[in-house]
């Protein structure tokens, strides 16, 4: 069982916007920053929003990261066949000392 | 371009002590921390514990009991040992750049496949 809580799966036409939910509580997400993580099918992850809702150089800004209270939204616009991978919100947990994460959520392209 | 380069051993028996490397190459090593993640097959990620280039550590609480993180300045390295492995530590281990203080992993090593069994 997981600190964050993340849905299973997602899915969404190429083209089309998706949102995948990260929630948590006063003691990791709404009082901590949040990160987001791809990973592709049998590669590590990488990272693709750090403090709640900036890109790294190179992530397009297709991808974008948003933060309210105790839960976090990733959110994917013109979706991709590229871009089916597991996702992952990330934080830090001030009770459990230790960063915490999601159990990822799988993303289909149909 | 910095990356990290990571080996260890990759079939252990239970009881024994998984121990894992990690390099930095091309980058700076002082001045970051650097953690372990792992990842049992088919399931998400567990962070394991960070340290400095001083050598000082964070390990989470789940693990503290059985986990120590070492540096190798000289080397640009940083070390990985679990004692008393049992089947359940079995996963694919990552070292990675954290990012303080806001907690992000921002380099990732390629991961290795560690695996426990009698």
């Known amino acids: 069982q997981s600190v964050l809580t993340q849905p299973p799966s997602v899915s969404a036409a190429p083209g089309q916007k998706v949102t995948i939910s990260c929630s948590g509580s006063s003691s990791n997400i709404g009082n901590n920053f949040v990160s987001w993580y791809q990973q592709l099918p049998g590669t590590a992850p990488t990272l693709l929003i750090y403090d709640n809702n900036k890109r790294p150089s190179g992530i397009p800004d297709r991808f974008s990261g948003s933060k309210s209270g105790t839960s976090a939204t990733l959110g994917i616009t013109g979706l991709q066949t590229g871009d089916e991978a597991d996702y992952y919100c990330g934080t830090w947990d001030s009770s459990l000392s230790a960063v915490v994460f999601g159990g990822g959520t799988k993303l289909t392209v149909l | 371009q910095v990356q990290l380069q990571q080996w260890g051993a990759g079939l252990l028996k239970p009881s024994e002590t998984l121990s894992l490397t990690c390099a930095v190459f091309?980058?700076?090593?002082?001045?970051?921390?650097w953690s372990w993640l792992r990842q049992p097959p088919g399931k998400g990620l567990e962070w394991i514990g960070e340290?400095?280039?001083?050598?000082?550590?964070n390990y989470n609480p789940s693990l503290k009991s059985r986990v120590a993180m070492s540096t190798d300045t000289s080397k640009n390295q940083f070390s990985l040992k679990l004692n008393s492995v049992t089947a359940a530590d079995t996963a694919v281990y990552y070292c990675a750049r954290v990012f303080r203080p806001t907690w992000y992993f921002d380099l990732w090593g390629r991961g290795t496949l560690v695996t426990v069994s009698s």
């Open positions: 091309d980058g700076s090593f002082s001045g970051y921390y």
């Open positions: 340290i400095n280039h001083r050598g000082s550590t």
